[in-house]
Nanobody, 124 residues
Framework: QVQLVESGGGLVQAGGSLRLSCAAS????????MGWFRQAPGKEREFVAA????????VYADSVKGRFIFSRDNAKNTVYLQMNSLTPEDTAVYYC?????????????????WGQGIQVTVSS
């Protein structure tokens, strides 16, 4: 059974940092696209960051570019999202997801595996 489990969320003041982790089990994801999405209250789920397979260049939403950093640790089958210079607009539930590398990495509908989500709240 494939599982993705996020951790590292919480409450932080504006300007602060958090690092989200997503631990995968049940399969190896080094050759899979791994992505981060987020969903704020009353809004649709939106793309945050992803890379198509381990070692490839990560891509980011314009809203987080230069502030967030995507990384992977294949030995731990874990992906990370380092979030810096957080603003209240970053407040959302963040989801880790995995898909085949042939799918559209920007589209949530193309991801097969999802974590349960983790809350990130940025206070002003």
């Amino acid at each position: 059974q494939v599982q993705l489990v996020e951790s590292g969320g919480g409450l932080v003041q504006a300007g602060g940092s958090l690092r989200l982790s997503c631990a995968a089990s049940g399969r190896t994801f080094s050759t899979y696209t791994m992505g981060w999405f987020r969903q704020a209250p009353g809004k649709e789920r939106e793309f945050v960051a992803a890379n198509r397979w381990s070692g490839s260049t990560a891509v980011y939403a314009d809203s987080v570019k230069g502030r967030f950093i995507f990384s992977r640790d294949n030995a731990k089958n874990t992906v990370y999202l380092q979030m810096n210079s957080l603003t209240p607009e970053d407040t959302a539930v963040y989801y880790c997801a995995g898909s085949l590398p042939t799918r559209n990495m920007y589209a949530s509908r193309d991801y097969e595996y999802w974590g349960q989500g983790i809350q990130v709240t940025v206070s002003s």
